[in-house]
């Protein structure tokens, strides 16, 4: 069980590999667009819920289905498994299942938008006073549901120590943690990729490199306004609600790639000076995945990328992500660039392998069946 199928990130990454630790399980989710996923889980049996049902533009506008949302995956029928395994960023975990099913539900996220991010994600709504009104009751509301969803499963896997943090916090649950994957199969010794099929414009020879959804929450708009003033290219690979805005304030030396496939994506990091990352975020697979191609990371000073980037060794590490703030980071990686080994960041990536998580999580599945039948 999957929140939505309709576009491909950190979160469809971990699927993927659950899914091929459970070839024949069939995979639930709240809304499936074939098209956004470009072929992914194509082979795989797929049951959308009710919202599956409603006009497309509603669809693409999620947080016009938000009253709705909370139903959708509690009308499931699931009462022919014995074992769930829900990815949850959000809904997943709300599932109903019988008394003698075990659900067991890998947390991205707890919600942060009615929870730690409540009041940041409000004010992005320019809204009048009876509309801001209305907001805080669906989130409210949703909070409450959100808690009570949170007891549903039996076990819960936190993706990070910061995340079992805040499970525990906001839900009063204990998790037990497993890093997610990163594909390791790119990194064999000789292996080459051919070059990017969209060939950035300008000299971008020598770029920064930013691998994200283009979503408000990832704070984009802060590097862009760094990169603005610094006059450095910088390569921005994803696509989301937030490109038009994004392109919109960029210079020059800012090129989009937009979506770009998997081998292709690895040559776009191995070809990066470092990569940016100015966000809170519970683990961050991209982080990782340039790491595993020896490229050093500059990252916000919270969240999950404290539990992978080795300070002085793997990268840096800013204190905001106030434009002023990422410049000066840059400024201090620039000055120490030539002192950092690339074979160090590539052997700390592979410590969240493919592997690794497929071990752990089969490990830890079949001591909680042992518990769970004894």
């Known amino acids: 069980m999957h929140d939505f199928l309709d576009q491909y990130g950190g979160a469809e990454r971990v699927l993927e590999v659950i899914a091929e630790m459970f070839p024949e399980a069939p995979i639930f989710t709240l809304l499936y667009d074939a098209e956004k996923m470009r072929g992914k889980f194509a082979d795989r049996e797929i049951q959308t819920s009710f919202l599956q049902k409603f006009p497309k533009f509603l669809r693409k506008r999620k947080k016009w289905l938000l009253p709705f949302i909370p139903t959708a995956p509690e009308t499931f ?89 805040r499970i525990e916090k906001y839900y009063s649950r204990r998790s037990h943690v497993i890093y997610p994957p990163v594909n390791t199969e790119y990194l064999s010794e000789g292996s080459t990729f051919g070059k990017p099929k969209v060939e950035p414009s300008g000299d971008l020879q020598r770029y920064f490199l930013v691998v994200s959804r283009l979503s408000a929450y990832k704070k984009i708009d802060k590097i862009i306004e760094a990169f603005n003033k610094m006059k450095l290219p910088l390569l921005i690979v994803g696509e989301g609600e937030e490109e038009k805005k994004l392109k919109e304030i960029a210079e020059k030396n800012v090129s989009f790639l937009g979506f770009q496939g998997e081998e292709n994506l690895q040559q776009i990091y191995a070809d990066a000076r470092a990569f940016i990352f100015a966000v809170e975020d519970d683990f961050g697979i991209a982080p990782v995945e340039a790491m595993l191609q020896g490229v050093p990371i500059l990252a916000l000073r919270k969240g999950g990328v404290l539990e992978t980037v080795i300070e002085g060794k793997t990268g840096e590490f800013f204190d905001s992500n106030e434009p002023e703030i990422i410049a000066d980071c840059v400024r201090r990686f620039t000055e120490k660039e030539k002192s950092y080994d690339k074979e160090f960041i590539k052997n700390r990536a592979r410590e969240f392998g493919k592997e690794r998580f497929m071990r752990e999580f089969n490990d830890l599945l079949c001591k909680l069946l042992d518990t769970k039948n004894n």
Do not use: C
């Open 77 to 165: 029928n699931l009462r022919d498994y014995d074992l769930i395994i829900s990815s949850s960023g959000a809904w997943s975990k709300g599932i109903v299942t019988r008394l003698d099913t075990i659900h067991i539900s890998y947390i991205h996220s707890p919600m942060r938008f009615v929870w730690d991010a409540n009041e940041d994600y409000l004010k992005q709504k320019e809204s009048g006073k009876g509309i801001g009104f209305l907001a805080r009751l669906i989130l409210n509301y949703i909070r409450i549901w959100d808690k009570a969803a949170s007891d549903r499963p039996d076990y819960l896997i936190a993706n990070s120590k910061y995340t079992e943090q």
